[in-house]
């Protein structure tokens, strides 16, 4: 029989107490903070574990009420204040007291002051401008310089201003007071402990044998997710709205960097590269709800058991990228806008894995059945999550059009006119050199995978490739005969081209030389570096690799 003291006192806690319907199968949710000790077995493990927080920050050990919150609210703050000082004083390098644009700038992180993906130079400055602006809010007197008072100032106001709120677990236990009279005592959190482990402990024996630790665990997950969700990006959140799950739908949550092939069709333009990958359905009885993600522009192309897709739901994380399906009916789609819900995530056994599972339950109103994620997909299972042997093998290789002809260089270095092709039809060897064919195979081990855009249901309009992204785009314009790899790695640009290929950034980086009285391609070279065959300066690209 449960105390009278829980149903007299403590109606919140009876609610979250009470038996659930047969309607309702799932465990009540309970607090965080009255689940979090829940990992003791033993009665007295648990009360004391609930109670410690209380007796070493409560007024003398014996209970909390708001002005104990407050006080420790003022001590964040404070820190918070010191913490922005001190930031604001790192940057003064001389330590003349002043601190200078000049100073700003030379204390910016790498992931300002570099390019990014496809970005060219003018795009750093821009973001360099943008983020010296941003600090130079704490020049009150407009001089473009920060006085040591100016940053005090600006610390203090900042610091107020913050939202994020040191998570003491002292709200929660407060938010439990019984008799709502503005404080929580020592002996009222005692008796809610108390009800709380009996009403896991059914045999009584104040012990939780594993039965009852599998219930105990399940209401700890259960309110672990509910307070991972709350912590949610508000940004990220604001955008997230997926349907709901039905009630007989497996949720399964699926998310990746990119795909290990190429796509032939872009859904971002034809300066961001695409990449693809499989999910095949498997056979199966109950109707499936996919979220997919990934953090590039990305094209799913879905086989099998198509039919047990109820929704399908996509997003790419990465600003102003497109994602597209391929073989899922139009109205079972959703697309959500880019960078919406949570961050991708490519391991499963993550924090981020775990908070987007939070997340995506709390929104779609079902547990997520499966949860999957590889850094470069190439075929993944669903809902099992199986994928191949990701060995690198002889692929198909590059496949590239030229005007009506379609032409497929193989990985040991052999061209076969697909379009033509006839028994006396002999391969011919490949204008494209080993290193970069070794290079596109270790980038992209699946290839390029050849889409018809027709097929493709997109968040963006698809459209074919001109010149396809990365390494690939150089293969198919050396088989083309416009560029020439020469002996120090340049490619050379000796006939006109549509434009640069896209995603020649990072790794992929590369250096162009251009041809005297060819035009400069459309398209942005990224990372990479173009200098001039007729005057030897650098044209566009990255500084870093035409020294």
């Known amino acids: 029989m449960r105390s009278r003291f829980l149903k007299t006192v403590c109606p919140a806690i009876l609610i979250l107490l009470a038996t659930p319907s047969a309607a309702e199968p799932p465990a009540p949710e309970f607090p965080q903070a009255l689940t979090r000790p829940l990992t003791a077995k033993y009665r007295e493990a648990y009360?004391?574990?609930?109670?410690?927080?209380?007796?070493?920050?409560?007024?003398?050990?014996?209970?909390?009420?708001?002005?104990?919150?407050?006080?420790?609210?003022?001590?964040?703050?404070?820190?918070?204040?010191?913490?922005l000082f001190q930031q604001e004083l790192r940057r003064d390098k001389n330590g003349d007291g002043v601190i200078t644009i000049k100073e700003i700038k030379a204390g910016l992180p790498n992931n300002v002051t570099r390019m990014r993906g496809a970005e060219s130079e003018d795009d750093v400055r821009r973001r360099v401008d943008a983020e010296v602006q941003k600090i130079l809010t704490a020049d009150a007197n407009g001089d473009k310089k920060i006085s040591l008072a100016e940053a005090h100032a600006f610390a203090g106001e900042k610091a107020k201003l913050s939202t994020r709120r040191r998570s003491t677990g002292l709200e929660g236990l407060l938010a439990l007071d019984p008799n709502k009279d503005g404080k929580l005592t020592a002996e009222e959190l005692l008796e809610i402990g108390k009800e709380t482990f009996s009403h896991f402990d059914e045999n009584g024996d104040a012990i939780l044998d594993d039965e009852e630790m599998v219930a105990a665990r399940d209401a700890i997950n259960a309110s672990s997710r509910a307070a991972i969700a709350a912590r949610a990006n508000p940004k990220q959140a604001l955008h997230c709205k997926p349907p709901e799950a039905g009630r007989s739908e497996d949720v399964i949550l699926i998310s990746g960097y990119e795909g290990d092939a190429i796509s032939s069709v872009s859904v971002a333009g034809m300066d961001r590269t695409t990449t693809t990958g499989k999910m095949i359905i498997e056979p199966g009885k109950k109707p499936l709800y996919i979220f997919a993600t990934t953090f590039d522009p990305f094209i799913w192309r879905v086989e099998g058991d198509v039919k047990r897709v109820a929704k399908f739901v996509v997003v790419a994380q990465r600003a102003n990228s497109g994602v597209g399906v391929v073989g899922v009916p139009k109205e079972k789609i959703t697309f959500l806008p880019s960078g919406a819900c949570f961050k991708y995530f490519s391991k499963?056994?993550?924090?981020?894995?775990?908070?987007?599972?939070?997340?995506?339950?709390?929104?779609?109103?079902?547990?997520?059945?499966?949860?999957?994620?590889?850094?470069?997909?190439?075929?993944?299972?669903?809902?099992?999550?199986?994928?191949?042997?990701?060995?690198?093998?002889?692929?198909?290789?590059?496949?590239?059009?030229?005007?009506?002809?379609?032409?497929?260089?193989?990985?040991?270095?052999?061209?076969?006119?697909?379009?033509?092709?006839?028994?006396?039809?002999?391969?011919?060897?490949?204008?494209?050199?080993?290193?970069?064919?070794?290079?596109?195979?270790?980038?992209?081990?699946?290839?390029?995978?050849?889409?018809?855009?027709?097929?493709?249901?997109?968040?963006?309009?698809?459209?074919?490739?001109?010149?396809?992204?990365?390494?690939?785009?150089?293969?198919?314009?050396?088989?083309?005969?416009?560029?020439?790899?020469?002996?120090?790695?340049?490619?050379?640009?000796?006939?006109?081209?549509?434009?640069?290929?896209?995603?020649?950034?990072?790794?992929?980086?590369?250096?162009?030389?251009?041809?005297?009285?060819?035009?400069?391609?459309?398209?942005?070279?990224?990372?990479?570096?173009?200098?001039?065959?007729?005057?030897?300066?650098?044209?566009?690209?990255?500084?870093?690799?035409?020294?």
Not at 49 to 57: A, F, G, I, S, W
Request: one cysteine or more.
């Open 47 to 83: 009360l004391s574990q609930l109670l410690t927080q209380l007796r070493r920050q409560g007024h003398e050990g014996r209970y909390i009420d708001q002005g104990v919150l407050d006080e420790i609210e003022q001590n964040n703050y404070a820190q918070r204040r010191l913490s």
């Open 348 to 547: 499963p056994a993550s924090g981020a894995a775990l908070q987007a599972k939070a997340i995506l339950e709390t929104l779609v109103k079902r547990p997520v059945a499966k949860l999957i994620a590889s850094y470069a997909i190439s075929s993944i299972g669903a809902p099992s999550g199986v994928m191949p042997d990701k060995k690198r093998s002889a692929g198909p290789g590059v496949v590239f059009v030229k005007g009506p002809t379609r032409f497929l260089v193989e990985q040991d270095g052999t061209v076969t006119n697909l379009t033509e092709k006839t028994e006396k039809e002999q391969p011919a060897q490949a204008k494209a050199d080993a290193n970069t064919v070794a290079m596109f195979n270790r980038f992209s081990p699946g290839g390029v995978v050849e889409i018809d855009k027709k097929t493709v249901i997109a968040s963006r309009p698809a459209e074919p490739y001109d010149v396809l992204p990365q390494q690939a785009g150089l293969i198919q314009l050396m088989e083309e005969d416009k560029i020439e790899r020469l002996s120090d790695g340049t490619y050379y640009i000796k006939k006109p081209i549509a434009r640069f290929p896209a995603g020649l950034a990072g790794g992929h980086s590369v250096k162009f030389m251009l041809a005297k009285d060819v035009p400069m391609p459309a398209g942005s070279p990224s990372h990479s570096c173009v200098i001039s065959e007729e005057t030897g300066k650098q044209l566009a690209g990255s500084s870093l690799l035409c020294r």
